[in-house]
């Protein structure tokens, strides 16, 4: 039988995403790193913020020089997307807001890691086993979650429901299931926990007050769908662009190099001391 070539491969890992090293026990490192970071953070200095935003981005670089190439870009698309949906949502429109009513400097390379860690269970050889188990416990539990927010609960949550349906939606018909399985798990952990230490804070209403917002919203991570997509869509041309970049700017550099360097010595030209001086 022939060897699978690396898009069967990838497709029988879910979506675009080809193997790497990043499995099970890795994401679980990096959910344990982001929530102490959390806990760090929720009675820290800005300094400190700052010092662990420094730790994050190095944590993230770690990580990634295990993974292929092209998880390598999809994983940088969706720091881009996401940090500039942090700046967005939260200094400009102040969706939610931040303890120090900034963006933590440990935020978006925080968002590389949960990607990271979503891709890694998602590799888990329990959720590719068991796909469908696993998608219908996502599914009950984010869906009991999310009609929770607009029958009973306290406090109304409308966008956790609109969220929970893209969550949905991307399980149904989704490029990368295994990938959206995981981000609920990460996603909605952190969420939870970030909320109740106060690092921060879901407003109750949208900005123009048609749609009411737990704290936090459910189904948060039907937005990973969206930058899963998106990184999907993207990274591979960019990646192409820059393989095809890069050996003519190496060719460049070498002439560059070539033009600097002094011609040879011609064999036929007179030696000082045949010159007869």
């Known amino acids: 039988m022939a060897a699978p070539t690396s898009a069967s491969a ?20 990096l959910l344990a790193w982001i929530s102490l970071v959390l806990l760090l953070d929720a009675d820290g200095s800005l300094w400190l913020q ?13 990580v990634l020089r295990a993974e292929p190439s092209l998880v390598r870009v999809q994983t940088g698309v969706v720091v881009v997307l996401a940090t500039a949906v942090e700046y967005t949502f939260s200094p400009l429109l102040e969706v939610y807001t931040y303890r120090f009513d900034n963006v933590p400097s440990y935020v978006p390379p925080g968002h590389g890691l949960v990607y990271l860690a979503a891709l890694g269970l998602g590799r888990s050889a329990l959720v590719r086993a068991h796909l ?16 929770h927010g607009v029958t009973v609960a306290d ?5 956790g429901l609109f969220w929970f349906c893209c969550l949905a939606g991307f399980l149904f018909w989704g490029p990368s299931r295994p990938l959206y399985v995981g981000a609920f798990v990460v996603v909605s952990s952190l969420e939870v926990l970030g909320t109740a ?7 109750p209403q949208s900005p123009l007050g048609l749609m009411s917002i737990g704290n936090p919203p459910s189904g948060a991570a039907g937005g990973y769908g969206w930058f899963d997509l998106f990184a999907l869509l993207t990274a591979a041309p960019i990646l192409a662009r820059w393989r095809r970049w890069r050996p003519g700017r190496q060719s460049r550099r070498r002439d560059d190099r070539s033009r600097r360097l002094p011609p040879p010595a011609s064999a036929s030209s007179p030696s000082p001391s045949s010159s007869g001086k």
């Open 132 to 147: 469908r188990v696993c998608m219908a416990v996502v599914l009950v539990g984010g869906g009991a979650w999310a009609v």
């Open 155 to 159: 406090r109304p949550d409308a966008l």
């Open 197 to 203: 230490l106060g690092n921060w804070e879901w407003q």
């Open 50 to 62: 700052r010092g662990l935003g420094v730790l994050t981005w190095g944590l993230l670089a770690l």
């Open 10 to 29: 990838a497709r029988a890992l879910g979506g675009g995403h080809p193997a790497g090293a990043t499995g099970p026990t890795t994401a679980l490192a």
